[in-house]
């Protein structure tokens, strides 16, 4: 028998491994502690973390109505495109598969917080820039709210990053949430005077 309490209105995180607490403990990740702060601040909300690591665009795209459909979310964090950073994968594709995941979302009413990242300048100045400028662009494109990069502030701080040089530590993760929640916060509070 399903009981069913006040209907929680539910956050989709929707991303890669840096978003999945990658190389430490799942609670100790953002998504949890984004949970954690809800319950004090918003408790009408509840957190779903779908993220995969190692997850592209393109993977991403591909779950991305089932998750939809099974989840129903206010609110999805799109949290995607490391990984096709970090193979080379072309930006156009990139920017097709974040605009697929973004109307797919916007059909089904949710309303999509979506992330930003950089990638290391490794990749030559043309891709660098190009892939920075992805998420500007469809932030613009179809009015969303923007974190401009997600490791904001821990990204190149060897005291925050693990041994691999790429993922965030435990003692980031709250700064991670920092950066998110400065951009979801005012979402929340729409949804509360909704």
């Given at each position: 028998?399903?009981?069913?309490?006040?209907?929680?209105?539910?956050?989709?995180?929707?991303?890669?491994?840096?978003?999945?607490?990658?190389?430490?403990?799942r609670e100790q990740g953002w998504a949890t502690l984004l949970e954690l702060r809800l319950k004090q601040q918003y408790p009408g909300y509840k957190v779903v973390n779908t993220s995969i690591s190692g997850e592209t665009t393109s993977g991403g795209s591909s779950r991305m109505a089932a998750v939809l459909q099974q989840h129903k979310p206010d609110i999805v964090i799109l949290e995607l495109g490391a990984n096709d950073g970090l193979r080379g994968l072309p930006i156009r594709d990139m920017h097709a598969n974040l605009a697929s995941?973004?109307?797919t979302s916007q059909q089904t009413h949710?309303?999509?917080?979506?992330?930003g990242m950089m990638?290391?300048?490794n990749y030559g100045p043309k891709?660098?820039?190009?892939?920075?400028?992805?998420?500007?662009?469809?932030a613009q494109?179809?009015?969303?709210?923007l974190v401009k990069f997600l490791l904001d502030g821990v990204a190149g701080q060897p005291e925050f990053i693990?041994?691999?040089?790429?993922h965030p530590k435990a003692n980031a993760q709250e700064k991670i949430l920092d950066n998110v929640w400065h951009s979801l916060e005012p979402l929340l509070r729409s949804s509360q005077s909704r």
């Open positions: 028998m399903m009981i069913h309490s006040v209907q929680a209105a539910t956050i989709v995180v929707h991303g890669d491994s840096l978003s999945a607490a990658y190389g430490i403990p995941m973004i109307r949710a309303r999509v917080l979506l992330v990638i290391p300048p891709y660098t820039k190009e892939f920075s400028a992805t998420y500007p662009a469809l494109e179809f009015k969303l709210p693990q041994d691999d040089g790429l």
